[in-house]
């Protein structure tokens, strides 16, 4: 018989394929894989999210963002995911938001929350959670060695990404790319100018969430900088982020902060685009230095990065993708990890979560997962 899994996206964001933020890239690959596999997945997340289990909506924004807003959001958010445990019986719930404490379930039901942002960003009493049945998922080694020591983390869970999708035809052109969400953190004004010292064209895609913060970055950091040969070529859905990918000398990732993943450098990679990033958290350990892109320390050797990039074969990035980033080891350790959860509430255990126990129900269920 089938689980009843609940899954928790942020309040003010949209779940689907052309997501735009990893958290939800992630929710929407669990919530795939669960229907597959013949169990019932629900997703709380904002109207107009596409799910392929049963969306429990919740209201969307379209302004501004702002304390007040994230308030309400965060209190519809509860209502629905209160509403949906009365309804049914939830077997497990599943939360990928920074902001899960607000609306953290009262009920006992086993909660496992991955923890998509630098520990440094949540609240430090998470780590120290009275809740029963609570459990907290790295998606990277260098994420888990900042993280506060707890008991309420299990054996890390890296992200990743449907392979066979990223596979195209599009050939490589002479410009290079930065995508992501357009905010102070993720340092693509120093992409600008690392693309202007290398004397190449840089497309930067992404969203500039309605922010004041994001709004004042864009106005101030980005547009001062762009021209003919440096574009913002605005958002990116899925089928026109993999011909970016796919068509860029390289991708451009100079994060100023400590990446505790990059879904769009494993992304790059399988397109067979080498990554040029700074060595902040998980980037460095997703980029083989000198074969599926380089580290750097700055703008200046940014650029000449650049101009080495074509000594990198794209086949070798290709490999790396597959051999390290596949969505399907993903989901497998995570049906492990809802297994060993649900095996330890029915023991009762007082020992920590040991990678290896599960449910064998549940193991076999995740087995007839088709490949990603």
Request: net charge positive; aromatic share 6%.
């Amino acid at each position: 018989m089938g689980l009843n899994i609940l899954s928790v996206a942020y309040p003010l964001t949209r779940v689907g394929t052309d997501a735009v933020g990893g958290s939800e890239q992630i929710l929407t690959l669990m919530d795939q894989a669960l229907t597959r596999a013949g169990h019932n997945s629900i997703v709380v997340a904002v109207e107009g999210s596409e799910v392929t289990g049963t969306l429990a909506p919740t209201p969307k924004w379209t302004g501004r963002v702002t304390d007040p807003v994230r308030h309400w959001a965060q209190r519809h958010h509860r209502i629905v995911i209160e509403r949906v445990l009365r309804q049914m019986p939830i077997d497990l719930v599943h939360m990928h938001s920074l902001d899960f404490h607000r609306y953290l379930p009262k009920a006992r039901v086993p909660v496992l929350v991955t923890l998509h942002l630098p520990p440094a960003w949540y609240p430090d009493e998470i780590f120290r959670n009275a809740r029963p049945n609570t459990y907290y998922n790295c998606v990277s080694a260098s994420q888990r060695r900042s993280a506060p020591r707890s008991s309420m983390l299990v054996p890390t869970v890296p992200n990743g990404i449907d392979i066979g999708r990223f596979q195209s035809d599009f050939r490589k052109r002479n410009h290079v790319l930065a995508l992501g969400r357009i905010c102070p953190e993720k340092g693509y004004h120093l992409a600008l100018d690392a693309a202007k010292r290398a004397g190449v064209e840089l497309l930067l895609a992404g969203e500039v969430l309605r922010c004041s913060w994001h709004l004042k970055y864009f106005k101030n950091e980005i547009v001062p900088r762009l021209n003919s040969r440096r574009k913002f070529v605005g958002p990116a859905g899925f089928e026109r982020k993999r011909r970016l990918l796919t068509e860029a000398r390289c991708l451009l990732v100079p994060s100023l902060v400590p990446e505790t993943s990059s879904l769009v450098t494993m992304e790059a990679m399988a397109c067979g685009t080498p990554v040029i990033a700074f060595p902040s958290g998980a980037l460095a350990e997703l980029i083989d230095n000198g074969r599926t892109g380089f580290l750097v320390n700055d703008e200046y050797e940014m650029a000449e990065a650049i101009k080495a990039v074509g000594t990198l074969d794209p086949e070798d990035c290709r490999e790396a993708a597959h051999e390290r980033f596949s969505a399907t080891r993903m989901v497998h350790r995570y049906m492990d990890r809802y297994s060993q959860i649900l095996e330890h509430r029915r023991s009762a255990a007082i020992k920590p979560l040991a990678v290896g126990s599960a449910v064998a129900g549940l193991k076999n269920r995740s087995r007839r997962l088709v490949r990603l």
